[in-house]
């Protein structure tokens, strides 16, 4: 079963923060986060590998909690560039790493 | 440029026909994956190879098949086609460690540019 995440959908206005929330019924060993602009190959963005962990640099960031099996992505001040449909994907952690993908988060940042 | 090529990048057929797509890993991934993309829709997973071998499988149709060639490039075979199979695929890879040595799961899975195919 494919994570869930929410929003499902957002706007924003340049300038403003966004928060993306994954969350998983099975357990989750690692977090992939992953935007896609329409109709163009999904970009990595960044992978969480431990629960607490934190990572991102600047304006993108994430958290991963591994006892509520759930992950955040952290969107501030945001840039026109930054629309595009974002994923969270969690691997199976069997070693054979087959990543199922989350729902998915349309975000739109305008003017 | 992910270093993941994948051909055709368009692709118009007919229903009821067979197309093969083409996926050429980056240099020195081991692992490939197949994704189908329904217009607006997620990445849904259909299988992935690990040195030639096939190591998980998703929703994949019986009309589908892939395989994973000693040079590591990979087919996705798709037949019978009908007008609900028209989506983007993407391929895939990975470096992924060798399973028996560990988890693997920190691997960053790099996407191809995706064949669009219409079926009508």
């Known amino acids: 079963q494919q994570p869930v995440q929410s929003p499902q959908a957002v706007i924003l206005r340049e300038g403003e923060d966004a928060v993306i929330n994954c969350s998983s019924s099975k357990a989750l060993y690692s977090v992939h986060w992953y935007r896609q602009k329409h109709g163009e190959a999904p970009v990595f963005l960044m992978i969480l590998l431990k629960g607490g962990e934190q990572k991102g640099h600047e304006k993108i960031s994430a958290s991963f909690n591994e006892k509520k099996q759930q992950s955040s992505l952290y969107l501030t001040a945001s840039q026109l560039s930054y629309s595009g449909t974002y994923f969270c994907g969690a691997p199976n952690g069997g070693g054979y790493q087959k990543v199922t993908f989350g729902t998915g988060t349309k975000l739109q940042v305008i003017p | 440029d992910s270093g993941v090529t994948q051909t055709p990048k368009h692709l118009i057929t007919a229903t009821g026909q067979r197309v093969t797509l083409r996926c050429s890993p980056r240099?020195?991934?081991?692992?490939v994956y197949w994704y189908q993309q329904s217009l607006d829709q997620g990445l849904q997973f259909l299988i992935q190879y690990y040195n030639g071998e096939e190591r998980a499988k998703g929703n994949i149709l019986e009309r589908f098949s892939a395989q994973q060639f000693p040079d590591l490039h990979s087919e996705l075979n798709l037949s019978s086609l009908e007008l609900g199979d028209s989506a983007l695929y993407f391929c895939?890879?990975?470096?992924?460690?060798?399973?028996?040595?560990?988890?693997?799961?920190?691997?960053?899975?790099?996407f191809g540019e995706g064949s669009w195919l219409t079926v009508v």
């Open positions: 240099s020195g991934d081991l692992s």
């Open positions: 895939a890879s990975s470096v992924q460690k060798d399973p028996g040595t560990g988890d693997s799961s920190g691997n960053t899975i790099y």
